[in-house]
């Protein structure tokens, strides 16, 4: 099966900060590839998926890159609303592996 | 709007089985796959199941496969979770959730219900 892996496992970033997560899987995926938010206490949503496109209403200084086996997410402007925990999902076949997550807070 | 309400979570022993139910409202049941993920508590997301949207094709995790059933009533657009010799480490939130699309297995998880709490306990 393929592994999912996340780095950072945490960060902590100042308002404003561009902050960077990277994804990467064992073997390519091609585009495959989603990201999910989960807010302390809520359910996770989804935030990407195809490796880029934004789902509809997540602002846009969230993006995506990558395709085959790296990938990133990066915030361009960090807010405070977007303290959270981090996901990537492969999602070309199953199993439907998660990565483990990237938990972001505010210096 | 798309509902998916999942129930039946609860306290049971170690090696009891526990059956979830995921209600769905607001969309063509039939139309789409439907995936379980889990999530531990204080720890990240675990996928754990997939049916496709007529029940003929299943995909399970390895973690569950030969323990958990997957299967779903269209009748009565209900998707269900069978868990059986549960352990300490299936202790977790289940979470529903429905594609983006219809008819379709590698998509991301556009919709996620509430979750119900499943604690695995003597």
């Known amino acids: 099966d393929i592994q999912m892996t996340q780095s950072p496992s945490s960060l902590s970033a100042f308002v404003g900060d561009r902050v960077t997560i990277t994804c990467r899987a064992s073997q390519g995926i091609s585009n495959y590839l989603a990201w999910y938010q989960q807010k302390p206490g809520k359910v996770p949503s989804l935030l990407i998926y195809a490796a880029s496109t934004l789902h509809s209403g997540v602002p846009s200084r969230f993006s995506g890159s990558g395709s085959g086996t790296d990938f990133t997410l990066t915030i361009s402007s960090l807010q405070p609303e977007d303290v959270a925990t981090y996901y990537c999902q492969k999602y070309n076949s199953a199993p439907f592996t998660f990565g483990p997550g990237t938990k972001v807070d505010i210096k | 709007q798309v509902q998916l309400v999942e129930s039946g979570g609860g306290v049971v022993q170690p090696g009891r089985s526990l059956r979830l139910s995921c209600a769905a409202s607001g969309f063509i049941f039939s139309d789409y796959f439907i995936h379980w993920v889990r999530q531990a508590p204080g720890k990240g997301l675990e996928w754990v199941a997939v049916?496709?949207?007529?029940?003929?094709?299943?995909y399970h995790a390895d973690s569950v496969e030969g323990r958990f059933t997957i299967s779903r009533d269209n009748s009565k657009n209900t998707l269900f979770l069978q868990m059986n010799s549960l352990t300490t480490e299936d202790t977790a939130i289940y979470y529903c959730t429905r594609p983006s699309l219809e008819k379709r297995l590698s998509n991301e998880l556009k919709y996620w219900g509430q979750g119900t709490l499943v604690t695995v306990s003597s």
């Open positions: 049916i496709s949207h007529d029940g003929s094709n299943k």
